[in-house]
């Protein structure tokens, strides 16, 4: 083989759009999570984000606006108008989740979104920073698996040029990309930092957040605490799992016990800190690890023992179209 | 080489070129000062902010180290403070809310209470040390409060406002956040005297506000 059809071949094969399943469960269960926030907080939106709530329109316009460039709530500080675009939100976000014209949705939700957490910075946590940057390079992945009325889409992009689609896939394939590189860029940059604080590295980190009137949220943090065994694992194994991440996702062993970290990780946080959007967030996000292969094998075991008909996403007829460039 | 397959390469290339751009900048953000990114520091921030700006210090490098307690007192204008409500805990009935149940709707409440609490405490002017009669007696004008202050007061006139109506409608009402510092690790099984080593910040009194909820 000469290197120039290696090359042709790699390029090739970056064109084909990988982990659409992946890709279009982080879409839904994102804007399923963002939709939780919305509708958990209906009895009391106007205080967390009304212009006569917690930070009053004038107040953030003075202080805040400027570090966040733009907020659709800002436009008017009239209730009418906060009532719009917050329900609005909610609709475009429920219509996001279901797969409603993702293209147009997905930078809509997002647009929601950003409004929405800007508006009030002390409702974040982490979990919504991140969501906030994936959200952005959604716009640029095909999240169309799951979505509604997607065979009538799939229908459509049969009439568009080759080179198109083999563009779109690259596209794809860069933000899919990019989502990879920020999960590892947040656990190496997480764990960067804890290493440099001495209750990390004398294993009692543990013990303080979980003894705090703030976190210490259930019956298991106090039987955590006064653990040393416990509390020295608990310090040690987040910092063993935040180090591996980033080195481990890319290997298939390595991967699933990595994703199976994450998941009793945050369903930890979740169970003694209660911090449940933070913890579905980063569980969401987890989905993007796996090939479509993976999820088709996963579905077929599964389907194998239970009752249910629904198949997933079939590879596209498409996919087999760019792979052979044309 | 095609004419289409030429202009999918260079596509290739801008795209791999833009994502090797957006990382860097991306861990040059997140990276403490450092020779490279100091120098290129206008250029990062530029780039991040505000879209891609991102933080994942959570407890790092040094673990939250104390339960954080807000109170709110609220009085009629011009009564003397021993005429005030007692001090109304406004962070307990929330934690203890989320304690119960762990998908509880009070959930993002809770998060802003302690996330308003972290960020006072952390605050220059606001945590650490006793207000200077003249910083306190500014603060009473808006124009010169802190958005952490201002936030909190709102929130704790929501949060606890059946209490601080007890006397009537409140006209000021005044904010303390007890920054109460538990056993450490190695006395962790020493009973803990919950008053014994707090530190009360004590905010001015500050008008009250009709708040929409």
Redesign the interface.
Known sequence: MTA?TA??RA?LA??VPRRKIGLGIVRTGLAAVIAG?YV??I??H???W???????MK?YGQ??LA???ANLYYLSAQ?WWFELVFWTGLTVTLAYAVGVLPVLTGPLCFAFTWSLL?R???????GW??T??LL?YLFFADTSAFALASGRIEALAKRVP??LK??RG??HN?AL??IL??LC???A??VF??V?????QDG??????L?????D??ALGGLI??SAFL?AAGTYGTLLFQAAYPFWIWQKPFRYVVAAGAVFFHLSI??TM????FSAIMIVSEAVLFTDDEYRRAWAWLRARLPVQTALPADEPVAATIAS?? | MTTERIALAAFAFVCALGCAFHAAMSVLFVLPPNPVGESVRPLVLAYTHPLFEQYWNVFAPTPIEADLTVYVRAKRVGAPDSAATGWVDISSPLIAEVRKNKLSLYSTLKVAQMTLAVAAKNDKVLGHRVLKPAEAAAMRDPRHRPVILEALKRFALVIGADALAARGRPDEVQLALADHRFPRFTHRFERDDKHKDDTVLLYPWLPSNEVTQ
């Open positions: 120039g090359l042709d390029l970056f064109a926030l958990q907080n009895p009391w106007a205080l967390l009304g212009p006569n709530g917690m930070i009053p107040l202080t805040m570090s966040h460039g209730t800007t009030n910075n002390f409702v974040q946590d982490a920073n991140l906030r940057i952005i080759v080179l083999q563009m690259v596209l860069s990309g990019l590189f920020q860029l947040l656990y940059t997480s930092y804890k440099t604080g001495h209750k990390w009692t980190a543990l013990y303080y957040v003894r705090s009137n703030q976190f949220l259930s605490w006064s509390v979740l169970w209660a911090l449940p959007f460039g044309g």
